[in-house]
């Protein structure tokens, strides 16, 4: 199992950008993915879950309205689209797969190498 997360980089705030994670040995209607983040001395947290049916979708409190996850089952991809980013959105993410659509880090089985956002005021 392989989980590939793109589409980091720098951008100024109220800037957008679209993550990626394209997942490979697994089906995504079997499992849930979710993104992740951790900024520098922080613990990670969880950002946005979609379930393997798709129907499930959940946002942490400090994105909703900003953040949309989506999927392309074709493509076996799962994306992250970022509107209105701010200083605080910077921060290493990560993409994961585990059998239930939570925001619990340790919940998940498989772990994507992470993709740095930066948020300039």
């Known amino acids: 199992v392989q989980l590939q997360a793109s589409g980091g980089g720098l951008v100024q705030a109220g800037g957008s950008l679209r993550l990626s994670c394209a997942a490979s040995g697994l089906n995504l209607q079997d499992y849930a993915i979710g993104w992740f983040r951790q900024a520098p001395g922080k613990e990670r947290k969880g950002v946005s879950v979609?379930?393997?049916?798709?129907?499930?979708?959940y946002y942490a409190d400090s994105v909703k309205g900003r953040f949309t996850i989506s999927r392309d089952i074709a493509q076996n991809t799962v994306y992250l689209q970022m509107n209105s980013l701010t200083p605080e959105d910077t921060a290493v993410y990560y993409c994961?797969?585990?059998?239930?659509?939570?925001?619990?880090?340790?919940?998940?089985?498989?772990w994507g190498q992470g993709t740095l956002v930066t948020v300039s005021s």
């Open positions: 979609i379930g393997s049916s798709g129907g499930t979708i």
């Open positions: 994961a797969a585990g059998r239930w659509p939570v925001m619990t880090a340790p919940r998940y089985d498989y």
